[in-house]
């Protein structure tokens, strides 16, 4: 039997291992997965003939004296270039069938081995938390159909785990060959070729304490054993992360830091565990332990690391002066080191710089952060020109970062330059790697569209961040945790730029949205998303202003409100103009509603804030001031209190100046605003000579604006046009005022041809105007037109978007049935009557504070109409529902609604005198001449003519019962105030 045993083994070893040779098929690619082929690569391996890589960068290693499954260790050699995955040309096992696996070998220039390397471990880590994922999600359906609570909770995990992924490749590609001991070695090489237990079971606990224990008893090289076996445990900690085992993870750093106390990779590495799983309160100490070790050692390298992380953690918790502190003494130091080694050390001075910008940019300290910027820049450019593929990418988020800031402080020629600059990197990055960058792609066309809508190139803005909303749900598929808040962030860009092209419905969706996705990340961090929810609901509070919700409006404001006075009890410098910016947008609501007296409270507190603000940094809250101010001129107008109104226009009109005088680009638009503003008040106080100069020094700095920018500031020179027009008509320089309207309807036809949904309504709005105009020309077949093509546009806009447009429907219907009568159509001018009054009665009816005004106005006229079809119990009807209407409006808000009360009790007077009945004639005149003399004596330029009009009806009524005496009086004091008036 043993010599049939010897013949058989004789057999077979020929056929294993002398008469065919064992080959090792590979490719060699450049930089990543999926690179180009690299060309005469030297490729060695013990037992085999050398060779060099073909055309396509493939190689074949013939071993004749090796069997299948015979372990060796494979070379490569290219000048300039190393090996990115030198891992897994360790113990390469020789294949029974070497066209099944060929050895895949990426390399690099040696200047971008760390980049590189960091790309392919996040790569690599990425696949395995991927892989492990959908393996526990098939084991639990296995177990158990109705799995949804278990995946879902499955799913948060691996979120979790898939934003540690960028630290643990910067980690491990911090590792250069030889620099690593023998177990991390091969653990590694076993986890990059998919195998992450048998990784698990080299790094085994007793093992691990084995090396650690031989390492600190060496005397010689014992710090650098030590270190290789830290490295050891930091793998191990790793790869249970990526198995969703967080709790082992955390257990080995814990076991690490506890054998190695002092060890500062150790007690670095932890932090930055627990910092990037957002566990800020475990981190905080650790980043403090570090420094201390850091100081201790004297190791000013380490020490301006750990200042850069705890930068980046305070920062996070918003605790952004200690954020600054730490950031500006990493600087120093890196600084110093780059001094003397600026290969290492330069960039980390970027870094620095570049973090320290945008904590700048958020605390709104704008020269600073562009100082940061603009040096950072400089040395990433510096350090791209000769290592293009490491610092591109950090080349293209500072020109972000630079452009954000651009943005905000208005300069948005020059930000569009650097959006679109930084935009082209990062395509070019993403084509060759979109896992990486496809994320930065759609960061910066989110920026890019906020800043084309920012310059009113709203189709523009729409595909911007319509092309970033499809990339961030496309990230978000597979990590949720990291890409829903930027779908969400998109989503409230899409809203407000929905909002502004009249697309209401998509506008409130994209809202609401965001606002869930942001609900739901703050329950787990509400330090970081709640200012997100109150941003987001203050926007959702403006569409529903605009829908008339006015309820809905309030609840949304006022959620924000109280969610930003809760930040700004932390963190008052971040958070208190957005209290104000909220109570604005508050005032503004309460104003449209006719709740004035809540109007001036909101406006006078959010001019506080921004008063105190300004009082330390004027360069940015002073607009805020103007703004403000702005709003609350507005409102004092209305509230007739002519003097204070005045005084607000004329301070915001000097900041504004002051403002403009250094940087016109940003200011000159708000500037041409207040003067349109106090344009208004002027003609309200009957000062048009005034009045005329404000708006046509708007309409001069709006046309030199339109000039360079048509598509932001035409729409402001067509609005400025009708203002103008509305003036000349009221000092009946009709011909004048007929060609400013005409020239404002040229304007808003042009733009309404390529954005109807925005200029339309303005073109409706200057159609009434002309039709007013016409009317009064008595050419009443043009007004007619004018009216019905604005009604048409009114309607068509009503039937997609009712909330918005009804209003405007019933208002030109109102006009309508006024021209109606004035054609002796009395029969259309009733239908036109009732069917704006029908509106104005459903809208009033869900909103009474602000649409309550317009039903008793279409009463009125209503009333009008009916005396003259003699119809006078229905006419009387009517004005007394207006003054019942009217007295209830002047009892909370007397100076606006006074003088409407005296105007329908004029016109009641006149009904009574038309039914000979004069004591309530009598009485009505009376009442509205003692409410006309109290204005008159605040506001005489509008009110003593009221007086004299009512004298003088006053005087025809006794007139036409015989009390001669007594209408003498009245005309003479008629004719007296209209003589002084005139002069």
């Given amino acids: 039997m043993r010599s049939i045993a010897v013949i058989i083994i004789c057999v077979l070893y020929p056929f294993c291992d002398g008469l065919a040779s064992v080959v090792l098929k590979g490719k060699v690619v450049e930089n990543r997965l999926g690179g180009p082929a690299v060309v005469n690569v030297q490729i060695h391996a013990n037992g085999a003939s050398d060779t060099v890589t073909g055309n396509f960068g493939d190689f074949s290693l013939v071993f004749e004296?090796?069997?299948?499954?015979?372990?060796?260790?494979?070379?490569?050699?290219?000048?300039?270039?190393?090996?990115?995955?030198?891992?897994?040309?360790?113990?390469?096992?020789?294949?029974?069938?070497?066209?099944?696996?060929?050895?895949?070998?990426v390399i690099c220039k040696s200047s971008a081995r760390e980049e590189m390397a960091r790309l392919y471990y996040g790569i690599k880590g990425t696949e395995v938390v991927e892989t492990n994922y959908r393996k526990r999600v098939e084991d639990l359906m296995k177990i158990n159909d109705d799995a949804a609570k278990e995946i879902a909770s499955l799913q948060k995990e691996r979120d979790r785990l898939l934003a540690t992924i960028p630290k643990f490749a910067e980690e491990a590609a911090r590792i250069k060959p030889g620099q690593m001991s023998d177990i991390y070695r091969e653990a590694m090489r076993l986890f990059l070729g998919g195998d992450i237990d048998a990784s698990l079971n080299v790094l085994n606990q007793e093992r691990l304490r084995q090396a650690m224990d031989a390492a600190k008893l060496k005397k010689k090289e014992a710090e650098k054993e030590i270190e290789n076996v830290v490295e050891a445990y930091l793998l191990k900690a790793n790869l249970f992360a990526l198995k969703f085992q967080f709790a082992d993870a955390e257990n080995v750093h814990q076991e690490l830091v506890d054998t190695v106390p002092d060890n500062f990779n150790a007690l670095l590495a932890y932090a930055r565990f627990e910092h990037n799983l957002n566990n800020f309160a475990k981190a905080l100490p650790l980043y403090e332990t570090c420094q201390i070790i850091a100081i201790q050692s004297k190791d000013l390298s380490n020490k301006s690391v750990v200042l850069n992380g705890f930068g980046n953690l305070l920062s996070d918790l918003n605790r952004m002066n200690d954020a600054r502190a730490a950031y500006e003494e990493a600087l120093k130091i890196s600084r110093e080191l780059a001094a003397t080694n600026p290969a290492t050390h330069l960039p980390k001075v970027a870094t620095t710089l570049n973090n320290l910008g945008n904590l700048h940019h958020v605390q709104n300290r704008m020269n600073d952060a562009r100082t940061a910027y603009d040096e950072a820049l400089k040395?990433?450019?510096?350090?791209?020109?000769t290592n293009p593929i490491a610092h591109l990418p950090k080349v293209a988020s500072t020109l972000n970062n630079l452009g954000n800031l651009f943005s905000d402080l208005n300069q948005l020629d020059e930000a569009r330059v650097v959006y679109e600059e930084a935009l082209k990197a990062f395509r070019d990055l993403a084509a060759a790697d979109p896992a990486t960058y496809l994320q930065d792609v759609a960061k910066t066309l989110n920026n890019l569209g906020n800043l084309l809508f920012g310059m009113n190139r709203l189709d523009e803005a729409r595909a911007a961040y319509e092309e970033a909303l499809e990339a961030f749900r496309v990230l978000a598929v597979t990590n949720p945790a990291t890409y829903l808040p930027d779908v969400a962030k998109t989503l409230n860009n899409l809203g407000i730029l929905h909002s502004d092209q009249n697309r209401m419905d998509e506008a409130r969706v994209a809202y609401e949205e965001a606002i869930k996705a942001f609900r739901d990340l703050t329950v787990a961090n509400p330090t970081i998303y709640l200012p997100y929810v109150a941003t987001t609901l203050n926007n959702l509070g403006n569409l529903l202003k605009r829908l008339n919700r006015m309820d809905d409006a309030q609840t949304a404001y006022e959620e924000a409100l109280e969610a930003f006075r809760v930040l700004a009890a932390t963190n008052p410098a971040t958070y208190l103009r957005d209290v104000a910016k909220t109570l604005n947008n508050l005032g503004n609501?309460?104003?449209?509603?006719?709740?004035?007296?809540?109007?001036?409270?909101?406006?006078?507190?959010?001019?506080?804030?921004?008063?105190?603000?300004?009082?330390?940094?004027?360069?940015?809250?002073?607009?805020?001031?103007?703004?403000?101010?702005?709003?609350?001129?507005?409102l004092l107008s209305d509230l007739n209190l002519m003097d204070e109104a005045w005084s607000a226009y004329d301070e915001a009109l000097k900041g504004l100046r002051d403002l403009a005088a250094t940087n016109p680009a940003a200011y000159l638009p708000d500037l041409a605003m207040t003067l349109s503003n106090l344009g208004n008040l002027l003609s309200e106080l009957n000062r048009m000579d005034e009045a005329r100069s404000a708006y046509e020094e708007a309409l001069r700095m709006r046309r030199d604006l339109a000039a360079t920018n048509p598509a932001t500031y035409l729409p402001y020179v067509a609005k400025t046009l009708n203002n103008l027009g509305n003036l000349l008509y009221r000092l009946n320089r009709l011909d004048e005022a007929r060609a400013a309207y005409e020239d404002a309807l040229?304007?808003?036809?042009?733009?309404?041809?390529?954005?109807?949904?925005?200029?339309l309504p303005d073109v409706a709005m200057t159609l009434h105007n002309i039709g007013s105009l016409h009317r009064e020309q008595v050419r009443l077949d043009e007004a007619q037109a004018a009216y019905e093509g604005a009604l048409k546009i009114r309607c068509d806009l009503a039937a997609t978007n009712p909330a918005t447009y009804l209003p405007y429907v019933a208002m030109t219907l109102n006009d309508l049935g006024n021209l109606h009568r004035a054609q002796n159509r009395l029969g259309e001018a009733r239908s036109a009557y009732d069917k704006a009054l029908k509106v104005f009665r459903d809208l009033a009816a869900t909103n009474p504070a602000t649409y309550l005004p317009y039903v008793t106005t279409t009463l009125n006229n209503q009333g009008n109409l009916l005396s003259d079809l003699n119809l006078m119990d229905e006419a009387w009807?009517?004005?007394d529902e207006a003054l019942k209407g009217l007295r209830d409006l002047a009892a909370t808000n007397p100076a606006t609604y006074l003088p409407y009360v005296a105007m329908t009790l004029n016109d009641l007077g006149n009904l009574h005198r038309a039914q000979n009945r004069l004591g309530e004639a009598r009485a009505a005149y009376e009442e509205a001449l003692r409410i006309y003399r109290d204005l008159a004596a605040t506001?005489?330029?509008?009110?003593?003519?009221?007086?004299?009009?009512?004298?003088?009806n006053l005087g025809n009524m006794y007139r036409d019962h015989s009390r001669m005496e007594d209408a003498q009086a009245a005309y003479d004091e008629s004719f007296n105030i209209m003589k002084k008036n005139k002069k």
């Avoid at 040229?746 to 200029?759: F, G, Q, V």
């Avoid at 506001?939 to 003088?952: G, I, M, Q």
């Fill in 877 to 879: 009807s009517a004005y």
């Fill in 379 to 385: 040395i990433r450019r510096d350090l791209a020109t």
């Fill in 939 to 952: 506001n005489p330029a509008t009110y003593l003519p009221k007086v004299a009009e009512t004298l003088n």
């Fill in 746 to 759: 040229k304007i808003s036809r042009e733009l309404a041809a390529t954005n109807p949904a925005t200029y």
């Fill in 589 to 634: 609501l309460f104003y449209h509603i006719n709740r004035l007296g809540e109007a001036r409270s909101a406006y006078d507190k959010a001019l506080k804030v921004f008063r105190d603000l300004a009082a330390t940094n004027p360069a940015t809250y002073l607009p805020y001031v103007t703004t403000t101010l702005n709003n609350q001129g507005n």
């Fill in 65 to 105: 004296t090796r069997n299948i499954g015979d372990i060796t260790d494979v070379t490569v050699k290219k000048l300039d270039y190393e090996v990115v995955n030198f891992y897994e040309l360790y113990n390469v096992v020789l294949p029974n069938n070497p066209d099944i696996k060929p050895l895949l070998v």
